[in-house]
């Protein structure tokens, strides 16, 4: 049952983003080229040309995994010194090893736990959000255009961080940071052109 509700989410989820771009390559062409995002026209495939735009998305990537990569070393750290605490604890008090371990295991996940907690889990989903926010601007988008892909980008990292977390730990954490960075500046971008088509539309009639 869990599996068919998980199912039906996902196939929401992805015709949502497939009507959600739809829209928005329909609402980009209603606008006049001056005045549609620019920031979307540097897409995966510049990464690929083996030049600066290889190297401009090697420095981006680089950074933001760097940062999230920070928070999810100090969780890491705080796990194994609290299990190797409590396995020399549990060997001082004469019990056997298979329990011992149990009992470190126990308090390392209670330790990554609070951690977790304490750790900035937005440090690294801010500094995905201002590169975005500065690279709309920078390839001649509009301060509104790199807030609402900055905006896009900050909930999608902190999302994909959290969900991943939850599933494969430490590197889903990263993978999900990374990856969810990715979806949700793009899903602010389509936003965007969605917004900015219907306030051109409304100025038109004025």
């Known amino acids: 049952m869990d599996f068919h509700k998980k199912r039906v989410r996902l196939l929401a989820f992805v015709a949502f983003i497939i009507v959600l771009s739809m829209a928005a ?15 979307g026209k540097f897409t995966v495939w510049n990464c690929l040309d083996m030049g600066y735009g290889s190297l401009a998305c090697g420095v981006k ?13 100090h969780i890491e750290k705080a796990k194994n010194q609290a299990m190797k605490s409590a396995l020399t604890d549990a060997k001082s008090q004469g019990m056997a090893q298979s329990l011992a371990e149990k009992h ?3 308090e390392g996940a209670k330790a990554a736990k609070l951690a977790s907690h304490k750790a900035q889990r937005v440090i690294g989903p801010m500094i995905s959000s201002g590169w975005d926010f500065f690279e709309a601007v920078y390839y001649g988008g509009s301060d ?21 977390e939850q599933r494969l730990g430490r590197l889903g ?16 971008l389509m936003l965007y052109d969605i ?10 009639r004025n």
């Open 195 to 204: 917004l900015n088509a219907i306030h051109f539309l409304i100025n038109l």
């Open 173 to 188: 954490f990263l993978v999900g940071s990374q990856m969810g960075s990715w979806f949700g500046g793009r899903i602010g």
């Open 61 to 73: 990537e680089s950074t933001k995994l760097y940062f999230h990569n920070l928070r999810a070393a």
């Open 104 to 106: 470190a295991e126990k």
């Open 25 to 39: 390559e329909k609402c980009r062409k209603l606008v006049p080229d001056h005045a549609t995002s620019k920031s």
């Open 144 to 164: 509104a255009e790199g807030a609402i892909r900055g905006s896009g980008t900050l909930f999608g990292s902190y999302l994909g961080g959290f969900f991943g």
